[in-house]
């Protein structure tokens, strides 16, 4: 599972997981993802539908936009195609302008927004977390939801059962006297478990909304790891010495918003539990920014993963860049497959992969794919000084993603997670900084240097790649 706790805890539970997955495979058989490719959409005969702060766009107001996304004209073929495939995927959310993206490149500065945020709220709080742990971070949190909550703000929060294993039931007791209203997703504890017992399928999403106005998306938990600086060139390492994360996460004012709200409830309900508040959840939403944003979630419910299937079609439409920052790269064979791909076009291709990494058998896994995507021509950074937690994408600077996704079967099958996509120069520039930043520090792999790992890295690579569609 994503950030993963100490090695004592891990491995006794990562052996866990891994029985039971292979226990899951035999009952069940694998699950599979899908084909992507243009006989999924529709035709791109009129203009791409956009939603802004009072509904749809026109067909005349939705051209000009694009047209303003546009590179001098350039751009528009990377629209008509990936906006034409994924304006066809069944369950698609609109793409919505008049917003406002701030892009957060580490955990104190995301929590010093969120802090405000949530202590400037009137009406309610919806958090969704993988983790939340009981440490200094994730008290301040409950101290901020327990005091807004005493002044009348309803609060509402969804937790992974798995995720959030480490956190003592004090923790979430306290915040449960204090008003909060928890939902443990997915127990792992079958006994407790308010539907179908479905201890594979996680809630991976990090996600928080204040008063239906303002949303945080991205790749940071709640958990003093991120105590440390990783981007800034004051770097430092957490208090207990050990790397600091580097991670990164938006801030999201505007009409897009209620998509997100739109996920959260979504992610309540499915659960089976106790009734939502009756509160009003959709104020109105004003024009912000000039951003125009696409809110995704995917979910294991559903036939197939709505990011997958949008990030496949942005690679396959890439015409001059393609760069991915992850933290967990275990990609299936079609992903490979759309990478290599865009290579023969003459797309550049780079990848930012950890050095360090919380989970051997991710890692390895992960590095088991070096091999073929060198020999393709994909370039491979592995950052250093941090433990690279991101998971972004740019392509052909327009198109930018940001959101809870790792490039792995896990992610894409067996998940709960949420994304955004963010199309227009400006924010791509920004994204842009920050990939070269990550650039600047990480060391190339190239075919020469990857021949002469060791033995024991060898062996390490075909052990975890046994286990790879479960990582």
């Known amino acids: 599972m994503r950030h993963r706790r100490p090695m004592s805890f891990l491995v006794t539970h990562q052996v866990a997981a891994l029985s039971a997955a292979a226990l899951l495979a035999v009952v069940a058989g694998c699950a599979s993802l899908p084909t992507i490719g243009p006989g999924m959409a529709r035709g791109a005969t009129s203009p791409i539908p956009l939603a802004g702060a009072h509904g749809r766009l026109t067909d005349a107001q939705s051209t000009a936009v694009l047209q303003r996304l546009a590179l001098g004209g350039q751009g528009s073929h990377i629209f008509d195609r990936h906006l034409a495939l994924v304006a066809g995927i069944a369950g698609s959310s609109p793409l919505v302008t008049g917003n406002k993206v701030l892009l957060l490149q580490d955990g104190p500065t995301t929590y010093e927004h969120m802090f405000t945020a949530i202590g400037n709220a009137v009406h309610h709080i919806n958090m969704e977390t993988y983790i939340i742990e009981a440490d200094d971070v994730g008290n301040r949190f409950a101290d901020l939801l ?37 939902l443990e997703f997915n127990p792992v504890n079958p ?36 105590s440390g600086s990783s981007f800034k060139a004051q770097s430092r390492s957490r208090p207990s010495g050990a790397l600091p994360w580097r991670d990164t996460h938006l801030k999201v004012e505007g009409p897009v918003v209620a998509e997100f709200q739109k996920l959260f409830l979504a992610s309540w ?17 004003p024009q912000k920014g000039n951003e125009v944003v696409r809110a995704i979630g995917s979910s294991p419910d559903e036939p197939y993963s709505l990011i997958y299937a949008t990030l496949i079609s942005a690679i396959n439409s890439a015409e001059s860049q393609v760069y991915l920052t992850n933290a967990y790269f275990v990609p299936d064979p ?39 995507l060198l020999e393709a021509g994909v370039q491979i950074f592995e950052r250093r000084d941090a433990l690279l937690h991101a998971k972004t994408a740019l392509i052909d600077g327009v198109w930018s993603t940001v959101g809870s996704t790792n490039l ?35 060391t190339r792999v190239t075919p020469d240097r990857w021949e002469e790992r060791t033995l024991i890295d060898r062996i390490k690579e075909t052990f975890a790649r046994v286990w790879a569609y479960w990582l």
């Open 269 to 285: 309900k499915s659960q089976n539990a106790a009734a939502l508040l009756d509160i009003e959840y959709f104020p109105p939403l």
């Open 191 to 226: 006994l407790t478990a308010g539907k179908d017992w479905e201890v594979n399928q996680r809630d991976h999403r990090k996600l928080l909304i204040v008063d239906g106005a303002t949303a945080f998306v991205g790749g940071i938990n709640i958990s003093s790891v991120y």
């Open 334 to 372: 079609q992903f490979l497959a759309a990478l290599k791909a865009a290579v023969r076009r003459g797309v550049d291709v780079k990848i930012v992969l950890p050095s360090k990494t919380d989970s051997w058998l991710v890692f390895h896994a992960g590095r088991a794919n070096y091999a073929e």
């Open 408 to 442: 792995d079967w896990r992610s894409f099958l067996h998940n709960a997670e949420i994304n955004a996509v963010i199309l227009g120069q400006d924010f791509a520039a920004q994204m842009l900084a920050v990939f070269e930043s990550d650039l600047a520090r990480s």
């Open 146 to 182: 327990i005091e807004k909550r005493a002044q009348g703000v309803a609060v509402q929060l969804i937790y992974d059962s798995l995720g959030s294993i480490g956190t003592p039931a004090s923790f979430f007791k306290r915040l449960k006297d204090g008003g909060v209203r928890l």
